[in-house]
């Protein structure tokens, strides 16, 4: 499976639902894994909540996150997902450690993963690196706060748009 955020390679058709749920299968919650290997029989079309997705990642790109995707959310992760938080003290402070397993398996939980996945995404790097390319309109959150191309083919490509 290629590298980055389950939600990146999600929204930017980089992964399939079937991988998504082969990864699942393989949690040591059996929830999750047996709930998993269920959907593998008949995984289901996720075409709509990419679309959706995307659409929620552009808007808090472009506003930041607001009630309504704040609503997006956790109408997937609220009755689907539970959160197991534990807490140490270390040595440079304090230290959490999050992870997220099915809590209904006839809910929405993949959709739910993907959406907790965004908000750890942005709990821990913020907005500021993930990106929209110009071109292409692929998401990425690799090349810096200030990057606008998600590649350097897509950079030249504008470049030769504009001579």
């Known amino acids: 499976m290629p590298k980055g955020p389950l939600f990146l390679r999600f929204i930017n058709a980089e992964v399939t639902v079937f991988e998504m749920l082969q990864s699942f299968v393989k949690s040591p919650d059996s929830n999750t894994s047996e709930a998993a290997a269920i959907a593998m029989k008949n ?18 790109i472009a506003d930041g996150p607001g009630a309504e995707f704040a609503a997006f959310v ?43 996945n965004l908000c750890l995404y942005i709990r821990a790097f913020g907005l500021m690196s993930l990106k929209k ?31």
Not at 46 to 57: C, H, N, Q, S
Request: net charge negative; with cysteine; glycine share 6%.
């Open 43 to 60: 995984p289901p079309d996720l075409e709509d909540f990419r679309t959706e997705m995307k659409d929620a990642v552009t808007d808090i």
């Open 74 to 116: 956790n109408n997937y992760m609220e009755d689907s997902l539970e959160e197991d938080v534990q807490t140490a003290k270390g040595e440079r402070g304090q230290n959490v450690s999050r992870s997220a397993r099915v809590k209904e398996g006839a809910t929405s939980w993949i959709e739910g993963f993907i959406c907790y």
């Open 133 to 163: 390319c110009k071109v292409c309109s692929t998401f990425f959150n690799h090349k810096g706060k200030y990057a606008v191309y998600c590649s350097d083919s897509c950079k030249a490509e504008r470049k030769n748009k504009k001579v």
